[in-house]
DNA sequence: GATGAATGAGTGTTCATTCAT
DNA sequence: TATGAATGAACACTCATTCAT
C-alpha cells in the first residue's frame, strides 16, 4: 500500500512537469522504485492513473476553494482571499494542482469524464463566486461600476495564471502576490 | 515546395491542438497530403521541423511587437496597443503564435537553442517596455504610482494568458479585449 | 531465459553468415521465433547485442589458447598445437570464432570498446606466443635461423586465414590441416 | 563523362572502407560531388553500380596475372613473381583489388553472376599455375616431395591475406613481402 | 502484493529509387 | 547530361500492456 503512495508520487510529478505524453510508465515506476507491472496491478493503466491523479487534485482543489471564510467585512477581502488561496495551494502541492490548469491530453481516454466534469465545476464555483462578489460590491458602492461578466473573466485568467506561473518555483512569492491583489484593488474599489 | 509549406501548415495546426509529443509524423504527412518522407526532405526531423515553426513564429511575432507604434498621446495607450496587438495576432495566425507559449516540449532536442534564445528576447522585450511606460507614465502623473518591476510582470501575465485563452476561438472577442483593457486603465491610470 | 539464448544462438549464425548490416532485427528474431521487442528487452539494441556476441567469443578464443599445452617435446610442437587448435575451434563454433577475424562494422557503436581491447589482446598474444617459440627454437637449434619479427607476421596472418577458410565448411580437413603443418615445418625445422 | 568517373572513384573507395551495405548511395554521391539521381543516369542502381566495379577490378586483377613473364630460371621464381605481383597491385590500387577478396555481399544481385564466374576464373588460375610449378619443380628436383594439391591451397592461402592484410597500408612493405617469399622457399626448394 | 519475461501496435527515420523538368 | 522533389518499403527501436508465477 505504501507502494501505491510512491507510484501517485512519482506519477503527478512526471506528469506536471514532462506531461503525460512525454512521460512514460517505465519511468513512473524507476522513479517510484517499483516494477512495471505493479502499476498495472493499482491502476487500470496509465490513463486510469493519470485520471486518478487528476480527479483527487480537482477534489482537493474545490473543496479548498469551498471552505474558503464566508464572512469578510469587505467584497474585495473575498477576492483578495482567494488569491492568497491559489498562492498557498501551489506552495502546498505545486505539481497536483498545476494539473488542472494544464491541457487535457489529446490522447488521454477518460470514459467517466472525470477532467470534463471537474472542470465544468470549476469554472462554475469561479464564475458564481466572482459574479456574487461583484454584484454585490458594485451595489454596495464598494466596487465601481464594471461590467460583471467580462470583469469575472479577467480575474480568472489571473487566477489561472498564478497556478501556471508559480507551479515550479519553491516559495511563496509575497512581492508577486501582493502586486496582483494591488493591481486588482486599484481596478475595482472605489476611492 | 508547394509541399513543404502544406508540411508546415499541417504541422503547424496539429502541433499547437495536441502538443509535440502527440503530434506523429505520420499523422503530419496525412494531414499535409504528403508521404512522410518528405519531411524528412524538407526537414532533419520531427524536432527541427518544430522548432523551424517555433523560430518563424517567434521571429514575426517579436517583429510584430517591434513594429508597434512608437508614438502615441498618452502613456496607457501604448499598453492598450500591446493589449489590441494580441488579440490581433491570434486572430490571424492563431497556432502560430499559440506556440511561443505553450510549454518546451522535455523530449525535444534544440541544439540550436532557438527556443531559449527567443524566449529571452521576448522576455526582455516585454520588460524594457513596460518598464519604460509604467516609469514615464508615473514621472508625468498619467500612471497612479505603483511598484513598477511587480506590476510589469502582472501585465506580462495577462498579455500571455491572452493568447493562451483566445487562440482557438474564432474571432476576436471584442467584449472581452475591451473588458482587458479596461481593467488596466482602472489599475493604472490617475483620476 | 531460453528465449535469451535462442536470440544470442540466432544472431551469431546471421551476423556471421550475412554481416552485420545485412542482418535485420526482424530476422533475428525470427531465426530465433520469438518477437522483437524481446530483443530490446535482453539487449540494449543491435549494437549491444553484436558486442555481446562478440566479447563472447572473444573471451572464449582467449581463454582456448591460453588453455594450450605449455610443456611441449619441441618448440614446433607448440606452433603444431595451434594450427591444430584453430581447426578444433572452427569445427566447434564456426560461427562465433568467425566472428572474430571479420571486419569491425563500420556503423556499429562500440562504447566500451570490446572489439578494440579484445583483437589487441589477441595480437601480443600471438606475437608474444610465436616470438618466444622461434627464439627459443632457433637457439637451441631445432629452427634455422629466421628473421624473427616477420616469420611471426607470416605465421599470424596463416593462423587467421584458417578461421576464415574453414568457418563455413562442416568437417575439420584433415588433408589441409597437415598440409599447413607440414608447411611450416618444413620452413622452419632444421634438418 | 568525367563525373561518371568520380562516382566509380568514389563508389569503390567506400565499398572497400565501409563494404556494401554500410554505403549508402548519396554517400557516394556526396563523395563524388555529384547528385544522386546522376547515380541512376550512368548505372541501374547501386547493385550493378557494386557488380560493375568489381567486374573492372576482377578484369584488371586477371590481365595482371595473365601478363605475368612466362619465362623464368627457376620454379621458385615464379612462385616469388606472384607474391610480388600482388604486393605491387595493392600499392596501385588498394580499393580495387581489395574488393575481389572480401565476401560477396548477400544482399547483392548479381544476375549476371559477374563475381561468381570472376571467382571461379581466379581460383581455376591459381590452381592451374601452382600445380603447374609445383609439379614441374618437384620432377625438376628443385622442390622437394609435397603434396601437390594441398600445397597449392596453402599458397592460395597467403597470396589472398596479402591483399586482405596490406590493402589499407599505403606503401609496399618490402620486408613483409621478403619473409613471406624466404617462408615458401625454405619450405618449398631443396638443399 | 509483486515481478521477470514477453508482446502487438506503432514511432521516427533511412534508403534505394523514380519522376518531372 | 543533370537535378530538385518526391516516394514505397523497410528498419531499429519504444511503449503500454499482459502473462505466468
Known sequence: MKKKFYIIDAATRLFATQGFDATTTIQI???AKVTEPLLYYHFKGKDELYTSILGSAFDEYL??????KK??????EKIENIITLHFQL????????????????TRLKDPENVYKKSVKRQSEWFKSYFTNCLKK????????????DETVNVLVLLIKDILRQQSFSPKIDKKAMNAIIAFCRRSLVAK
Do not use: A, M, Q
Not at 63 to 68: A, E, G, I, T
Not at 71 to 76: H, L, S, V, Y
Open 90 to 105: 501551489i506552495d502546498e502541492k505545486p505539481y497536483d494542482f498545476y494539473l488542472t490548469i494544464t491541457n487535457y491530453p
Open 71 to 76: 464572512e469578510t467585512k469587505t467584497w474585495f
Open 29 to 31: 515506476s524507476e522513479e
Open 63 to 68: 473543496s479548498r476553494l469551498d471552505s474558503l
Open 137 to 148: 460590491g458594485i451595489k454596495s458602492g464598494e466596487f465601481v461600476k464594471v461590467p460583471v
